[in-house]
Antibody
Framework: EVQLVESGGVLVQPGGSLRLSCAASGFNFGTYGMHWVRQAPGKGLEWISY????????HYVDSVEGRFTISRDNARNSLFLQMSSLRDEDTAVYYCARDVGSGRRSFDNWGQGTLVTVSS | VVLTQSPATLSLSPGERATLSCRASQSVSSYLAWYQQKPDQAPRLLIY???NRAAGIPARFSGSGSGTDFTLTISSLEPEDFAVYYCQQCYNWPLTFGPGTKVDIQ
């Protein structure tokens, strides 16, 4: 069974930094691209970043480019999101999601999410 | 690519047919997916590549369309189908979602 478990979400002050983790199990993690998707309270879904299986290609949405960094450790079956210069509008549930594969760029398995709250 | 979904809310009864629309601001070919999200749950992939059902998705869910106009159809609503549905374009970066259609019980 595919499992994705996010962690690291906390209350942080504006301008602060945070690192989210996603632990993967039940599949060959090192062969799948992975995404981060977020959802602000009561709002819709927003894709924010993607990394290929081999880490040779990375993409971000403009609103986080230069502030967030996606990375992965295939030996530890883990995905990360380093977040810095956090803003109020970064408050959201952050989901890690597995790419369907074959370049499809849709998400076939999701974690339960971790809540990041940016507030003073 | 900006995605627009209509209607914003669809009020139907169990057993009825639901037709949800997603329109893209430019062609996305067939690179479109649909998700279902229930309160306090992660989204679930229903359809990818516009018309392919994801693993384990019941046959009452079907997707159609290409280019800029897409449709998700639920042939006969079950009680567990009342939820919010999002479309997502997979054509280019950044990947984007529509604002969602809420299907609620009439």
């Amino acid at each position: 069974e595919v499992q994705l478990v996010e962690s690291g979400g906390v209350l942080v002050q504006p301008g602060g930094s945070l690192r989210l983790s996603c632990a993967a199990s039940g599949f060959n993690f090192g062969t799948y691209g992975m995404h981060w998707v977020r959802q602000a309270p009561g709002k819709g879904l927003e894709w924010i970043s993607y990394i290929t299986a081999s880490r040779d290609s990375i993409h971000y949405v403009d609103s986080v480019e230069g502030r967030f960094t996606i990375s992965r450790d295939n030996a530890r079956n883990s995905l990360f999101l380093q977040m810095s210069s956090l803003r109020d509008e970064d408050t959201a549930v952050y989901y890690c999601a597995r790419d369907v594969g074959s370049g499809r760029r849709s998400f076939d398995n999701w974690g339960q999410g971790t809540l990041v709250t940016v507030s003073s | 690519v900006v995605l627009t979904q209509s209607p914003a809310t669809l009020s139907l009864s169990p057993g009825e047919r639901a037709t949800l629309s997603c329109r893209a601001s430019q062609s996305v070919s067939s690179y479109l997916a649909w998700y279902q999200q229930k309160p306090d749950q992660a989204p679930r992939l229903l359809i990818y590549d516009a018309s392919n059902r994801a693993a384990g998705i019941p046959a009452r869910f079907s997707g159609s369309g290409s280019g800029t106009d897409f449709t998700l159809t639920i042939s006969s609503l079950e009680p567990e189908d009342f939820a919010v549905y999002y479309c997502q374009q997979c054509y280019n970066w950044p990947l984007t979602f529509g604002p969602g259609t809420k299907v609620d019980i009439q």
